[in-house]
């Protein structure tokens, strides 16, 4: 049983960062999206992106639930990551409405990436929490519907998204190896769950791959 | 029954306004509150600043599926007010996280004055929506602790706080006005309700009543 495992002190600090990584992923992502809904051309575009804010909400109290569950403090658990997610946050500021839709869709999807990759590592159910988590209740292609009809409406715009969503997964990726230096349990749960570090090479190869899907999918050049 | 007072082109036009009116200020609400929970100085009290918020999104989903029940659009029901509320929120935008404690505390109490107010004019079905809105959780018990306790800290903050408290209140005021004199068939509902216009004085003098007793609750001069 998790509980059983959560009596070794390496696991119960490996699952305490990835719990608390991914609530407090969830938390921003809803403060993001909400600030972002207020760029919204439209009323109908901002209630849309308040209900993809609040999607995330709902996600973030799960795994805050979750924590208290296994006796995990959430905000302790989440504490570590408020300066990495402050700075992602801080270099990535959207210059306009577009820009946080195609950052809501782009850090989403790799945020899904992440859970998906790590639950194998996780007890059962740790790991009904995350998959749980991967239900987007088709908010992905409400987004990718937005960008699609705007970029054939403003062409000028694709150059400028394709850049941006570059510049998204850089500072993704560079926040993401700064936390996996400075989280040695988190580490070790992937490298000792069977990840040898050239696993974790192709993990970041998947993740890369995924986005560029993702943009294509947005119409976007990855 | 609410449905057959509804064939009532006037009641309809104005069941319609208040709904739309609810609605929208409680999505502007949750955006206003997300976007000040950026501002919270500790993740506890961020935390607990983007639950505010998500309490006004479920009440402004409450709305949205009542209004869709009695066969009115929300999103064409709230578009008149999406001026007027970015007129207000524009001119008391918080600077910083104790503004924005009081604003959401202060504009809380504000609508649920006026959801109290009209509830004894709609019909039994709207009634109970928004009575369910009038339940806030103990919401109002966490806000006059946070600032109780940062009054403590720091004195000179009162006098600021105070007086911001006054703008907020005429501000609130002067759109509220506005939109009744652009609003007919609301102000009639009122009017034809039972009120007269003396009666709608004496409404805005309560209403400013239970404001001077909210200020004094979080320890300001009202």
Redesign the interface.
């Known amino acids: 049983m998790e509980q059983t495992a959560l009596a070794d002190d390496e696991y119960r600090a490996a699952v305490t960062d990835l719990l608390g990584v991914l609530a407090y992923g969830e938390?921003t992502a809803?403060?993001r999206m909400?600030?972002d809904?207020?760029m919204a051309p439209t009323?109908?575009l901002?209630?849309h992106m308040?209900q993809l804010?609040?999607a995330e909400?709902v996600q973030?109290t799960q795994l805050?639930d979750h924590m208290r569950d296994l006796g995990i403090d959430?905000?302790a658990a989440?504490?570590p990551f408020?300066a990495p997610f402050a700075s992602f946050h801080e270099r990535t500021r959207p210059r306009g409405w577009l820009e946080g839709l195609v950052k809501a869709y782009v850090g989403d999807g790799i945020g899904k990436d992440f859970y998906r990759e790590v639950a194998s590592f996780v007890g059962p159910e740790t790991r009904e929490v995350m998959e749980r988590a991967l239900d987007d209740e088709g908010h992905d292609e409400f987004v990718v519907r937005i960008v699609r009809d705007a970029l054939r409406t403003d062409p000028t715009a694709s150059g400028r998204l394709a850049l941006w969503g570059r510049r998204l997964m850089g500072e993704a990726l560079s926040q993401a190896q700064a936390v996996a230096v400075e989280r040695d349990a988190m580490s070790a749960l992937l490298i000792g769950g069977g990840m040898d570090l050239a696993e974790v090479g192709r993990m970041f190869a998947r993740l890369t791959e995924n986005h560029q899907r993702r943009m294509t999918r947005l119409g976007l050049e990855a």
């Open positions: 938390l809803f403060v909400a600030v809904s207020d009323l109908s901002k209630a308040a804010a609040h909400y973030y805050a959430p905000e989440m504490q408020v």
